[in-house]
């Protein structure tokens, strides 16, 4: 059997030559420059780059102070065993100094919470990581308080990992013990007459407030969060923060209010 014949490296990595007419074309290339940028110009040429067997791109300094760092690319080629070069397309291309957008990041990256408003949508990616199977297959004759807390009739139901995201978020969060109005509450929710703990694995360190005067009411708390809403909470602050009146039996103060009549004169006055 004759050896297979194998292609050498340097075969595979041959760097184009330089076709010397579309090297030259530097006239040409900046005649579609300035046309392209009408009613603007081409700047000097900045150099250029071979892209293949006689094909080159010949780059300018673009002008417009809308595009500063940008400059324009102008690729010529020839036919092989012709004379003539002819531009294949002209195009603006950022350069080093060039101000770009920022990177595209999809929709779903870059929703924060609380961006989901009235009407909008947000669909669930198929593998999400927060959410596993549920148990689909029910049965009429089953408890369906006992199907609900499995999660069964349910596609989907939430993960370990989800469920550990969700209960870090919230005992860090606002609603966590570290949170300030829990620091100076008188005492943990979890002695609260108003906590509501939650069903499934969550129920050891969560719950529900249910005081409508408290800041927290309808959101979920931590079993050692807290308030000054506590039911046990029986010190009742006075009605009125004003004190009593201070009357100063010290001190006097002399109030005139008229003449006195002089009892003597009058009688004196009657006699005259």
């Not at 596993?132 to 370990?160: I, Y």
């Not at 509501?196 to 927290?216: K, S």
């Amino acid at each position: 059997m004759s050896p297979l014949r194998q292609t050498s490296p340097a075969r595979r990595t041959r760097t184009p030559a330089v076709d010397p007419a579309c090297a030259g074309a530097v006239d040409l290339a900046r005649e579609a420059a300035d046309e392209t940028a009408w009613p603007s110009k081409a700047g000097e040429h900045l150099g250029l780059t071979v892209d293949g067997d006689r094909v080159v791109t010949h780059y300018f300094e673009c002008l417009d102070q809308a595009y500063v760092g940008w400059r324009w690319a102008v690729t010529v080629a020839r036919a092989a065993r012709a004379r003539n070069v002819t531009v294949d397309e002209v195009v603006l291309l950022p350069g080093d100094r060039a101000l770009l957008a920022p990177a595209w990041v999809p929709w779903l990256e870059r929703l924060r919470p609380g961006d989901l408003g009235p009407g909008d949508l947000l669909p669930t990616p198929a593998d999400d990581p927060r959410l596993v199977p549920g148990f689909t297959e029910v049965s009429d004759a089953t408890d369906v308080q006992l199907q609900w807390e499995l999660g069964l009739g349910r596609v989907r139901v939430m993960s370990q990992e989800g469920r550990d995201e969700a209960a870090a978020r919230w005992y860090e969060g606002v609603a966590g013990p570290r949170a300030p109005i829990a620091m100076s509450a008188p005492a943990h929710c979890a002695t609260c007459g108003f906590y509501l703990p939650l069903a499934g694995g969550l129920r050891q360190v969560f719950g529900v407030c249910a005081n409508e005067y408290a800041p927290d009411d309808g959101r979920v708390v931590s079993a050692d969060h807290g308030c000054g809403a506590h039911s046990e909470a029986v010190v009742i602050p006075p009605a009125s923060e004003h004190g009593p009146p201070v009357l100063d039996e010290l001190d006097y103060e002399i109030v005139s209010t008229g003449p006195i009549a002089d009892p003597a004169a009058d009688e004196a006055l009657g006699h005259s």
